[in-house]
C-alpha cells in the first residue's frame, strides 16, 4: 500500500520499513499490557498486594509505549493496526501461557522469561531503525530502557 | 474447575454461572479498548482532531471497566483470563473490520455498528445477573450506561 | 415526532415513555437550580453565612443531574427542552412563592415544601421507569437520594 | 418597596434605578444559562464533539455573571428575583425559538442572533449604569467582554 | 419514639423498620474501622509494610460506609447512635479475638472471618430494605460491593 | 521630598497627588485587616464559627489590597509607610473601638459602621484620582467593589 | 507480657509504664472520635449546618492523634488494643449520655463537659510521661495543644 | 478592507480605527515577549539567577497580552498580523539595541528605557480608546497598570 | 477582668500571667507583619527582587505567628487585642525607623537589629511561660525558632 | 567574536560552528510560535474551535524549544540574539504569506507547507551537530520528534 | 573558630559546644540517606518491591533532618561541614559493612542494628542540647521520634 | 564477583564494563549532593538567598541522577555501592576543598572548577559506554546535559 506522505527528509522505501519493524512492537506492547493485567489479577500469596500494585504503574507505561509507537506509524505515513487479532497474526514471540490462580513467584517467573523476549526484540529492532530513522530509534530505545528497569524489579524478587 | 473460594451468601453453581458471563464481558471490554486506540490512530479529516481527543477518555472508561469486571470474576472465587487470545476465543460479536486511513464518519458508523452490539450483550448479561447476583447486575449496568452515554456522542456526528 | 435512533434493546415506544418522564424530571431539576439561587441570595438573619454557604453545592448538585438527565433523553433518542418556558410549561407542581428578603427560617419552610413535591414526583417517576429502562431508573435513584439527604439539612435547621 | 439599606455614597433614588437595571440583566444572564445548555444538548453533525464542548465554559461564565449581578442588587439594598418566572416576564428580547436536533450552524446562527440583542441590551445598561454607580457599570463591562468574545467565536464558526 | 419527619413517599412504620436495619450496619461499619486499625497496628512479619499499607485505605473506605449509613438514619427521620456502647449492644455478629503481636497470616484469617459475616449480614440487610427503601438498599448494596472486594485481597494472600 | 522617578506620561505634581491619596487608603487597608482580626478571635454566640470563618478570606482580600496600593504608590515613585504608626498618624475615619468577648451581632454591627466610613473614603478617593492617574483611580475601584460586597454580607446577619 | 523489643536508651519497666499511661489515651482519641460523629449526627436547630461542619475536621484531629498514639505503644515495644472493647474496658472517665436529637447548645455543652475531663487526663498523662519518656510527652502535648483550642470554638458558641 | 462583521453596537468606522490601534499595540506586546527572552538569556553577573528568575513570568504576562488584544481585534472584525514582519513594519518606537552578554544593570536600564516608550503608547491608545470602544481601553488600561508595575521592579534594582 | 472560663488545669491566676505574655508577643508579631512589608515595599538596589522575595514568605510566617497567639490568649479565657492602637500601646520594643527608598543592605540592617530584640523578647517569655503552662511556652518556641532562621538569612546578607 | 568560555572537552571552534547552527534554530523557533498564533487567530469555518484549540499546545511545545536552544548556545559560550530582528535577519525558509480571515484548510495547508522546511531545516541540522557535540544534537532530535508529531495532526486534516 | 555571630541571649561557649553536638549529628543523617539509598538498590528476595518502596520516604525524612541540622549550625553562627569526608572523620559510630545482593532480612537486620546506634547518639544529644539551647533540642527530639518509627517498621519485620 | 543475570542482549564481560563506569558516576553524582549542600548552607554575601535557592533544585538533579545510575547498575546485574566510604574509595577527581562562611562568588568558583571535572569524566564516560551499550550511555548523557546548563547558570555569575 502506498503511503499517504513521508517525513520530510524520509523516503518512502525507508518509512514503509520502519512501519514494518514498528507495527510489531505496537503489537507486542499492546499484548504486554493485556499480559500484566492478566498476572495483576491471578496471582496469589502471601506478596499478593505488593506485586499486584507493582505491576499497575507498568500497565501505564507499556499502554503510553503502544501509543507513541502507533502514533508515530502514523506520522511516517502508516497505518498502524491496534486490533486484538493483529496481535496475534503479528506475533514471532512465545504466547505467554500461564493461567489461573498461581502464586507470585510463579507468574513473575513466566513474565520474566516474557520480558526477555520482549526486550531482545526490541533491541533488534533499534539496531534496524538506527540505519533508517533516528527518531524512531529513540523512542524504542526510551521503551527498551522502562522495560530493562521493570525485568529488575521482577528479578530482585526472583534472585 | 472447583472455585476457591465463594462470597459468602453465594453458591458454587451460581457464582459460576456469573463468572461465565462477566468473562464473555471482559473480553469485551478488554477488545474495545483495543478497537477505539486503533480507530484513534487511522481516522482523518477535517474533523480530525475534534474526534481523535473525544475517543481517549472512552479508552480509560473500558479499560476502568475491564478491571472492576475481572476483579469481579476474581472476588467470586473464579480466574479472568485477560490475554489476546481470550478475546479471540470468546468472541461471539463482530470483528471491527474497518482498517487503514479513513474518514471520520465511515470510522464512527463502523464504531456505532460495534457499541450495538456491544450494548445488546451488556443488557442481556443484565438480566441473567439478575437472577444470580445483584452486585455483578449492578457493575454491568454502569458500564452499560456508559457506554450508551457514549454512543450517543457517535450518532449525534452521524445524524 | 418519530425518535432519530434508539438505544440498543429498547423500543420506539418504551422510549418515548421514558423521555416524557425524564422531560418532567429535568424541568424541575433546572427550576430548583434556580429556586436555590434565589433563596441564597435574599436570605437574611443571624445565620446567613452559613445558609447561603449550605446552597452553593446544592446548587452544583441539581445542576449536574439536570445535565445527566438531559443527555439521558437524547441517549434515548429524544430532545430534551431546557428553556425557561419549558420550565413554566411543564410545570405540575406548586410555584416557588416567596421572594424579596426574609429570614432563613422562612426560606428554609418554603424550600423544604418545595423540596418534598420534588422527592415524591422523583419517586413516581422511579417507579415508572422501573418498568420501561432500568438505567434511566438508576439515574433518577441517584438524584433522590442527593435531594433526601439535602432536605434532612433543611429539616435540621427547622426542628 | 423601600431599600433595607444603600451602598454608602449612594441616594435611594440612584440605587433603585441601578437595580431595575440590574435585574434585567440577571434575568437574561440566567436564561443564557439554559439556552446554552439547550444548544448543547440537542444540536448534531459532523461537529458535533467540538462544539458541544466550546459551551460547557460559556454556561459556567454565564451563570458566574448571574451570581455577581444578583449580589451587586443585593447590595445596594435591593432583592434579586431569580425565578424561572422573572426571565419570562421581565424578557424585552426575543426568545430563543430553535428546538429539535438541528445541525451545528443551525444552533450556532440562532444564538450568535441571541447573543446580538443580548450585547446591545448590555451596553444600553453600561451607559446607563455609567450616570448611576461606576461600580455596577464596571460589573456589566466585564461581562460584555466575555460575551463578545464568545459571539466572536460563534461567527468564526458561520464565516 | 415517634419520628420526627419522614422522606416524602415513606410512611412511619416502613421508616422504623429501615432505620432499625441500618442502625445494626452503622455499628458493624464503625467497630470494622476500630478492628482495621487494630489489625494495622499489631501484625508483623516479613510481609508487615505491604499489609500494614493495605488497610489504611480500607479504614476509609468503612469510615465513609458508616457516615452515609448514619446520615440516611437521621434522612428517615430517625436518630443513628454512633457511640461506642451502641456498637457493644447492638453487636449481634462475633468479636474480633486476636490481640497483639501476631504474623500477617493469622490476623488475616481472623479479619477474613470476620468479613464473611459482615458481608452476610449486609447481604441480608439488602434483601430486607429492598421491600423498605430502595435508596437505603442502594447504599447497602455499595457498600458491600466494597467489602467483598477487599475480602478478595485478603483471600489472595491466604490461598 | 521629590520623587526618585515618575510612570512616563504622569508629571511629578500629578504623582505626588495621588502617592497621598494612596497612602490613606494604604493605611485603612491596613488596619482593617488589623480589625478585622481582632473580631475573628474576640466574637462569641451561638453563630461564632460561621461568622469567625466568614472573616479570614476577607482579611486575605485586604491584605492583597494593601499590597497592590503600596506598589502602585512605588509604583509612581513615592516611598509607602507600612508601619503601625501610620496607620495611627494618618487616620481621619474612627477608631474601632469594640474590645473583649462580645456577641457576634455587637461586633458585626460595629465592623459595619467601620466599613460605611471606609467606603465612603474610598469613594472619595476615586473621584479624586479619576482626575489625576485612572490606573490608580481602577485599582481604587475594584477594591471598593470588594468592601461593598463583603458589607452586604455583615448586613444580611443584621437586617 | 514481656516486650518484644524496647526503643534503644529506655529500659523495660519505663517502656511498660508509659504504654498503660499511653493505652488510656488511645481508647479516649477512638472514643472522641465516634463521640463527635454522634454529635454531628445528631444536633438540629439553626446552627445546624455551621456546627456540623465544624466537628468534621476534629474527627480527622483526633483519628490522626489516635494513630500517632497506637504506633507509640508499637514503637514502645507493646501493643496497642484498638477495639471497642478496649474503650468500655479502659474507660475511667465519664460516658457520653446524650443521645437522640437536640439543639446545638445541648450538644455542645456535653462535648465541652466531655472535653474538659479529656484535657484533664492528658494533661495528667503529660505530667506523668514527662518522667518517662520525653518524645511519648511531646506527642500527648501536641494533642492537647489542638483538643484545648478546639475546646474555645465550643466555649465561644456556649458565652 | 471591509469587516466581516461588527460588534453589536459599533459601527463599521469606529471598529475600524480600534482595530488599528489595538494592531500596533499587539506588535509591540509580542516584540516585547522576545525582548524579555533576550535579555532573560544574554545577562550576566552577581545578580544572574534573581534577575533572570524575574523576566520569565514577565514574558508570560505579555504573551497573555498579545493574546488578549489579538483575539479584541478579532472580536472587531478585524484581522490581526501576528507575524514576526508585522512587528518590524509596525513599528513606530526604538528598536531594542543592546545584544551579546553584558551585565545585569546595562540590560536593565536598556529595557526600562524601552518600557517607557512602551507604556507612553499604551496611555496614548487608553486616551484614543476611550473614544471609541470603552472594553478595548478597558483591556489596555489592564495591560499598562502590569507594565508599570513590572518596570518599578526595574527601577529598583537601578535607583 | 475575671476569665470567661479556663483551660482545664489551669487556675486563673496562672492563666491571666500567660495573657499577658503572650499579648505582648501578639502585639510584636503583628507589628513585624507591618515592618515587614514595609521593608518589602522600600528597598532598593541590584539584590531588589531576591530580597523583596525573600519577604513574603516571612510575612505569611509571623501573621500565621499572631494567629496561633491571639487564639491561645483566647483559649486560656483571655481576650486578644488585635488593633493597631494596641501595638503602639503595648511596645516595650524600640520603634523600626528607618523609612523611604533605602538600599537592600540598610534595610537588611535594621530589620536586623530589630529581630534581635525580638528573638531575645520571645526567649524571655519562653522563660516565663515554662513555669505556668507548658503548650503555651511550646507555642513560643515553634515561633522563635522560625524568626532565628530568617535572622540567619538576613545576616548571611550582612556578614 | 571570542567565547566567554567553552563546554569542559569541547574546543572553541567546534563550539562556534555548533553555536550558528543553533542560532538558526532558534530563530525558526521563534518565529513558529508567532506564526501558530497568527493562524490560530485568523482561521474560521466550521472546525474553527477544534483547530484553534489544537494550535495552543503547540506554541508551549516550540516556545519551549526556543528556551531550551537559547540556553544551549550560552551553555556553549555563545549569545543567543532573540529578537524579531534576528528572525528575518537569519531567515533562510520561506516566510509564511497566508493572512487574514481564511478556512481552516487553508491555514492548515500554509502551516503543513512551513512545517517541512521547519522538520527539513532541523534534520539537516541534526546531521551538522551530530560532528560537533552530541548534547546538542540530542536537544534537535527531541525537538523535530514533537514537529513531526504536529504535521501528522495537520495532515490527518487535509487528507 | 571565632563565631560570626551568636542567636540572640546564646553566648558564644555555649553556642560553640551545641554546634559541635549538631556537627556530629549532621554527619550521620547524612550517612543515614546514604546507607538507606545503598540498602533500597541492593536488597533483594520475594518482599523486594515492599520494602524498596518502604524506604524512599525515609531517604526524604532524613535529607530534611539534614538540611534543618545544617541551618540551625549556621543559626547559631557555625559553619556546617556537609562533604563525604565530614562523614567519615566525624564518625563515632559503626560502618554499615553490608555489601553487595542479599535478602531483605539480612539487610533489614544490618539497618536495625545501625538505627539503634543512632538513635542512642541522639538521645545522648538531647540530653546535652538540653543543658545547652532548648530549640537545638527541640531540633533533633522532632528528630529522633521519627525514626524510632521507622525502627518500628523494620523490626516488624523481623519479629 | 559473577554477575546475577544480564540485560537480554548484553553478555557478561560487557556488562562488567559498563557497571565499574557507572559506578564511578554513582559516586561522584552523590558526592556533588553532598557538595551543593554544603554551599548552600555556607556561602554569605548580598547574593544570599537567591544563590542559596538557586542551589537545591540542582540538589535534587544529582539526586535523582544517582539513582538513575545506580538502578541502571543493578539491572545490569551489577550491586551498587551508594555508602560514603565508596565516595572516597572511588574518588579519581579533586576533592572539594573551600569550607567555612566565604562570599558567594568564591564558592560559585571553586564549584565550577569541581562541575569541570565533573562533565569531563561524563563525557569520557559517555564516549566509553557506546562502545557497551546504548541506554547506559544515553542516561549518561541525559546527566550531563543538566549539568552543562547548571555550570552556564555558575559561570554567568562569575563572567
Known amino acids: 500500500m502506498a503511503l499517504t506522505f513521508m517525513v520530510p527528509g524520509l523516503d518512502e522505501a525507508t518509512s514503509e520499513k520502519a512501519i ?12 504486554t499490557a493485556l499480559v500484566l493485567k492478566h498476572v495483576h489479577w491471578n ?14 504503574p507498568q500497565v501505564d507505561v507499556v499502554l503510553a509505549q503502544a501509543d507513541e509507537t502507533a502514533e508515530r506509524i502514523a506520522t511516517l505515513g502508516g497505518s ?12 514471532t ?19 520474566d522469561a516474557y ?8 533491541r533488534t529492532a533499534i539496531a534496524e531503525l538506527d540505519e533508517l530513522d533516528v527518531i524512531s530509534s529513540n523512542i524504542v530505545q526510551d521503551h527498551v530502557q522502562e522495560l530493562e528497569k521493570f525485568q529488575w524489579f521482577m528479578r530482585s524478587h526472583l534472585v
Open 43 to 56: 496471582l496469589t500469596g502471601p506478596n499478593f498486594i505488593a506485586v499486584h500494585e507493582m505491576i499497575d
Open 80 to 91: 498502524p493496526d491496534g486490533r486484538a487479532d493483529a496481535i496475534t497474526r503479528v506475533r
Open 20 to 31: 514494518g519493524i514498528l507495527q510489531s512492537r505496537l503489537s507486542q506492547e499492546q499484548e
Open 93 to 111: 514471540w512465545s504466547k505467554f501461557l500461564l493461567e489461573g490462580r498461581a502464586g507470585t513467584e510463579e507468574y513473575l517467573k513466566a513474565l
Open 115 to 122: 520480558y526477555s523476549e520482549f526486550i531482545k526484540a526490541d
